[in-house]
């Protein structure tokens, strides 16, 4: 069965209002992607206001019915997003927010699931790769219609840092982070490109490309968000622009690649968890994943940011009962 049906009306309810939430709700509107979205979460003044506030938008943007919704309300639509759970906090993992959000994962994801909801969930809140994981466990959905937005902010930020690097316009660079939405993550620059050129021919003319740069631009990819909690308490436009583009992606039917988290059956020699890759997408989810061949090196950073996400999610579930 279809997730998205052929129609002309598209309808997304958000699950959490907070920064992200919001933010993405606004992308949604300014960029035309969905003619309904409702707002959904404990702070329902919140929904109620910020529904009003964006609306306010629509004029100048696009023709887009908001409102404050309920979990009722996911019963005709095509996405919900979740973007509900605890925050990173400064000094905080996002590993450390695990079984706090899986808790606050079962009381959102069970009555979407009883309201009759059968489109695509689309995971944003932290740890994306575990609340992802959890919630395809707890919903009983197919893997392709269970998606997290996985590393599509850090390979944003990849793109945007090699681009000031080389001065070319970050649309230009083309690569990937893989891995664990996180601090294992890593960026595939074996099969990074500006240009068509790859990083080792772009080191002919660009000497500066070392190694040890690229390590070092890996780390500032890392470290990113820890950057922006630290001066502005938290990370908000990039990751809702993010999941904005997703959710274009499957509503537009677009077969689009997106490095995103899904379900791995063998790539990468992984089995049964949630981590990103590149992948196609289209209104019925997930279409497949693109398994990049890795040099030696970044097989085994693979290896190791699936390990240490599986341990993670092992205790995570047995510790808040998801089986």
């Known amino acids: 069965m279809t997730s998205i049906t052929n129609k002309n009306h598209t309808k997304v309810l958000l699950v959490g209002d907070g920064a992200v939430g919001s933010t993405f709700a606004y992308a949604m509107v300014l960029n035309g992607i969905a003619n ?5 979460d404990i702070a329902k003044d919140k929904t109620k206001g910020d529904a009003l506030d964006i609306a306010d938008a629509t004029p100048y943007s696009s023709p887009t019915k908001l409102y404050s919704a309920e979990y009722s309300d996911a019963k005709d639509a095509d996405i919900v997003v979740i973007t509900a759970g605890a925050p990173q906090k400064p000094g ?3 590993l450390d927010l695990v079984n706090k959000n899986l808790n606050i994962l079962k009381t959102i994801v069970n009555p979407i ?5 059968n489109g695509i969930f689309l995971v944003a809140a932290n740890p994306v790769d575990i609340l992802t994981y959890g919630t395809w466990k707890l919903s009983g959905f197919p893997k392709e219609r269970v998606i997290g937005s996985g590393t599509s902010l850090d390979t944003a930020r990849l793109r945007k840092f090699v681009g000031q690097e080389l001065n070319v316009d970050p649309r230009s660079v083309h690569g990937y982070i893989l891995g664990e939405h996180g601090d294992s993550e890593f960026a595939a620059w074996s099969h990074t490109t500006v240009g068509g050129l790859s990083i080792a021919e772009l080191n002919a003319t660009h000497p500066e490309l070392t190694d040890q740069r690229l390590a070092e631009l890996n780390d500032t990819v890392v470290n990113a968000a820890y950057d922006i909690i630290n001066t502005k308490g938290a990370t908000f436009y990039g990751v809702g622009t993010a999941l904005a583009r997703i959710c274009q992606a499957l509503l537009r039917d677009e077969n689009t690649v997106l490095p995103l988290s899904v379900h791995m059956d063998g790539q990468y020699g992984v089995n049964d968890l949630y981590i990103s890759s590149p992948t196609v997408v289209n209104r019925n989810g997930v279409v497949s994943v693109l398994e990049i061949p890795l040099s030696a090196s970044e097989k085994e950073k693979m290896q190791s940011s699936a390990a240490q996400l599986r341990k993670v999610a ?3 579930f047995k510790a808040t009962g998801i089986k």
């Open 36 to 40: 309904e979205i409702g707002i959904t």
């Open 314 to 316: 092992t205790d995570g």
């Open 92 to 94: 905080e993992t996002r």
């Open 113 to 117: 699931v009883d309201s009759g909801f």
